[in-house]
């Protein structure tokens, strides 16, 4: 049925079974697909500068609300319905070439904006009144709560969730599976007002929960947990729960268990959560989470003091970090290691697992610590022959300690040496030298004293 007080282009194309209310008008260029039904008042291919004959597409079996209007350049996939009062494919001088894809099974409700310049997956989903800015790519299922804004130039992955008022700061990056709870602030600009704009990141799987500011440049990473009313400053290492003004971390989100009494855990949420993800997905998140229950049955959560900063996401399970222990983020350190309280790790070590560090200790780039090593108290790594202040060498130089050596108390090692396998090094030795794997060596410089597991009368013959 189409209503003869609209007014129809005859350079329009209109497929079969299409209702068109009265007071609808339809330009040139575009093509209303099967089943499509257009409420009164709506406006289909309004033209603006440099866009007039761009095609808009409709597709089928669609609705288009009262007093909504398309835009050229845009294309709407099938089964797509947009409440009245929208506006899609808004104008903007800020894309090049104009047009906006919106996917198949999208719902936009009413008085919502939708910039030219971007493009949407199947079954987006929107509130009220929200906003969306030019150069956003958002894949499927995106779903954005009511007075969401978005500014963008951003990237968005699949089955992402915004709740209501939530601003995404132009430039964001957003990974898949992502939760924005109500009012959280993605900033972009590190000294306001400039043009200088530095997008924050959501990595896979995180969670921002409500009220949180996120400031420029910071990446969440993926499975962490930002908590209500947070100031996030710096990088959230994965699986992390940070919270806070400004936020800190609090350790593993795997150790928080559900509130429903079963002692489950709460994190990954996608061990209990499943409602309105496909079938496929979550029967995956079932696997995963059942391999995972078999891989860390032996295991456990990385526990770290609420005194402790540890920037790294490479940290192995079982791990404890003590207080005022600060450990970089590109610090690799295994399983089931204890660092003791004021410790510091810089960015270019390798730690293996089992390793104790002891109270007072700072290792320096170019450090390789190999499984089940001690470090006593006050060890003193070095990693460079000549230091100047503000003058950096090349490559810092290596030290090597090989499993199950041990490193006495206020020992000083000098760049570039390798402690052998099962060696001893006593207590305020200075090392300037490789030392043999099983060797005892003390004094300064150091000298090799016996061999573990030799006698006295062997080690005289």
Known sequence: MISKLSVISDRATIGKNVTIHPYVIINDGVCIQDGVEVFPGAVIGKETDGS?????????????????????????????????????GYPTKLVENPSLTIGAESLIRSHSIFYTGSKFGARLVTGHRVTVRENTCAGENFQIGTLCDIQGDCTIGDYVRCHSNVHIGKKSRIGSFV??????VLTNDPTPPSETLIGSVIEDYAIVATMSVILPGVIVGPHSLVGAHSLVTRNVPEGMIVGGVPARIFGPASDMKLRDGSGKPAYPWTGHFHRGYPDEITNQWVQNDQQNSIDNSGGGGVMLHDFALLESQDIGSGTRIWAYSHILPGARIGKDCNICDQTFVENDVVIGDRVTIKSGVHIWDGVRIEDDVFIGPGVTFTNDHFPRSRQFPEKF??????????????????????IGENAMVGAGAVVTKDVPPNAVIYGNPASIHRYVGVTDNEQDK
């Open 52 to 88: 007039a004959g761009e095609k808009v597409v409709i597709g089928s079996d669609s609705k288009i609300g009262s007093h909504t209007t398309i835009y050229y350049g845009v294309k709407i996939g099938p089964n797509t319905n947009i409440d009245a009062y929208c506006e899609i």
């Open 179 to 184: 939760w924005l709870f109500p009012y959280v």
């Open 397 to 418: 130089m290596t030290i090597h300690i090989c499993r199950k050596a041990s490193i006495g108390a206020n020992a000083t090692l000098l760049p570039g040496i390798t």
